[in-house]
């Protein structure tokens, strides 16, 4: 295997694996003890989930911690156990609760990615000796030595590319960072798990949202003791249709469960928590051919591009596919962390775009290469 994100050259060095006990993670430790890399397992321990169904759909559990456990053991490398809840509820959990009680849909896996795994993860490895961290994530980086950059690319499986939930990852980042089975098809890495013996070779693959294990996010909310007033449906001209339980109850394009009896099919197309109000509209109202993002992050070396208008591909949401676009770029001069870039971008699409959704994020690809990405508001 080609490990395409080294210089060559480069001594092969320290590596802390992020160990979900999952397949993916487990692989991507083989893998680079197979480079050479001295390695070391690490588990987040990111929320108490010991009741929780442990059925594959969640993470974190016992049985988690404990197939990291083997498979380090069965590879003869340390485990370690970290505790992270505290961090997860303040940059996860919480970020998670107040988007919808503010009528936006956020994506929990960003924020895990940013703040967890590639920032308090980062650190726990520089206090271990590491040179590098590990994740078993679908993405590749690659070294152009044209350019002495390191950029973030899809991964090489279409139906796995996990590179729309990395796009807050900065230069510097990128550099300290090793995605193995980037270049792997799913298939292809539990048929490496299977060779090496491991517990968790045919392990179903976690949802996205880890901590709501049941799917049930409405309830998750209830439970974290988030309950919003019940308000009016109206229609883009201001008309009652009826009667919502809660903005944080729905998100942007929206069709099943609203109980407005009509000749037609409504959708929701905006929420505006300061009245408390959720507009309908049929479905050919939910599209449009320009957005805003804030809190934006680039890949690039200089920490941002070198001009302020870009032609690029954005995606609006993680399945969905990218669409030409033109990017507009308003610079903070406050913002000089290239990690935590406070620019603003305005994006105009070539052709319209369907439910766009405040509060996920839009990433901005140059064929497979993200460039960045940002909040849309």
Not at 242 to 269: D, M, S
Not at 348 to 362: K, L, S
């Amino acid at each position: 295997m080609t490990d395409t994100s080294v210089k060559p050259g480069d001594v092969r060095g320290r590596a802390l694996i992020a160990m979900s006990g999952g397949v993916d993670s487990s692989v991507a430790a083989a893998c680079m003890m197979q480079e050479g890399y001295e390695c070391i397992g690490m588990t987040m321990h990111l929320y108490d989930n010991e009741t929780a169904n442990t059925d594959g759909k969640t993470c974190c559990s016992l049985s988690d911690v404990e197939d990291a456990k083997r498979v380090c053991e069965s590879l003869g490398i340390d485990h370690y156990t970290g505790n992270f809840r505290e961090l997860f509820c303040e940059r996860v959990i919480d970020h998670f609760t107040d988007s919808y009680r503010m009528g936006r849909t956020p994506n929990p896996c960003i924020d895990c990615n940013r703040y967890l795994k590639f920032d308090a993860l980062d650190k726990r490895a520089r206090e271990l000796g590491c040179d590098v961290i590990v994740t078993g994530h679908y993405a590749r980086v690659i070294y152009n030595a044209d350019s002495d950059e390191y950029e973030l690319h899809k991964g090489l499986d279409p139906k796995k590319d996990q590179s729309y939930v990395l796009y807050m990852l900065s230069h510097e980042q990128l550099s300290r960072t090793r995605f193995p089975i980037g270049e792997l098809t799913k298939d292809k890495t539990r048929m490496i798990a299977e060779e090496n013996g491991f517990v968790n070779s045919h392990k179903a693959d976690s949802q996205d949202i880890c901590f709501i294990p049941d799917g049930d996010f409405r309830g998750f909310l209830l439970r974290q003791g988030i309950s919003c007033p019940h308000g009016n449906f109206v229609s883009e001209s201001g008309e009652i249709l009826g009667e919502h339980t809660g903005i944080c109850n729905y998100t942007v394009g929206q069709r099943k469960g609203l109980g407005i009896p009509a000749l037609h099919p409504w959708f929701v197309k905006e929420i505006r928590p300061e009245s408390n109000e959720i507009v309908l509209s049929e479905n050919d109202a939910l599209f449009s051919s320009e957005l805003t993002a804030r809190d934006v992050c680039w890949t690039y070396k200089g920490g941002r591009p070198d001009k302020d208008e870009l032609r690029c591909l954005a995606r609006i949401r993680y399945h969905h596919k990218e669409s030409s676009a033109t990017v507009y770029i308003t610079h903070d001069a406050s913002g000089t962390d290239e990690a935590d870039s406070s620019d603003s971008i305005r994006i105009v699409f070539d052709e319209p775009q369907r439910a766009i959704t405040p509060g996920q994020a839009v990433v901005l690809y140059d064929g497979d290469r993200v460039l960045g990405g940002g909040t849309i508001v």
